[in-house]
């Protein structure tokens, strides 16, 4: 079992910065690929970063590409996510997911929202225009 807490949303003109994090317990984070999804109102939970168990690997939504950046801190067993140069079109409830990864290799990260056992409760990231 993995549990997952996000912390570090808020209200955020557009342009800025936001950093949020998922701290992760119940198990070792070794070999637990991480992800970040964000919903807003009416529409589906999307994909918006992965990133592989070894955090070697990174996978990111052409929405958000050059503008996120997903991490892991495996000390800390915390996964963060840099959200520059927001948008209003960004304002959503943002969720981190977690997965046993069965590959060994620390390779691979995945961005679909079947692979993820594990969900947080998420937190609400509001950008002001």
């Known amino acids: 079992q993995v549990q997952l807490v996000e912390s570090g949303g808020g209200l955020v003109q557009a342009g800025g910065s936001l950093r949020l994090s998922c701290a992760a317990s119940?198990?070792?984070?070794?070999?637990?690929?991480m992800g970040w999804f964000h919903q807003a109102p009416g529409k589906e939970r999307e994909f918006v970063a992965a990133?592989?168990?070894?955090?070697?690997?990174?996978y990111y939504a052409d929405s958000v590409k050059g503008r996120f950046t997903i991490s892991r801190d495996a000390a800390k067993n915390t996964m963060y996510l840099q959200m520059n140069s927001l948008k209003p079109e960004d304002t959503a409830v943002y969720s981190c997911?977690?997965?046993?990864?069965?590959?060994?290799?620390?390779?691979?990260?995945?961005?679909?929202?079947?692979?993820?056992?594990?969900w947080g409760q998420g937190t609400q990231v509001t950008v002001s225009s």
């Open positions: 997911a977690a997965t046993i990864d069965p590959y060994y290799s620390g390779s691979y990260y995945y961005p679909d929202r079947a692979s993820y056992a594990y």
């Open positions: 119940g198990r070792t984070f070794r070999r637990v690929a």
């Open positions: 990133i592989s168990w070894s955090g070697g690997s990174t």
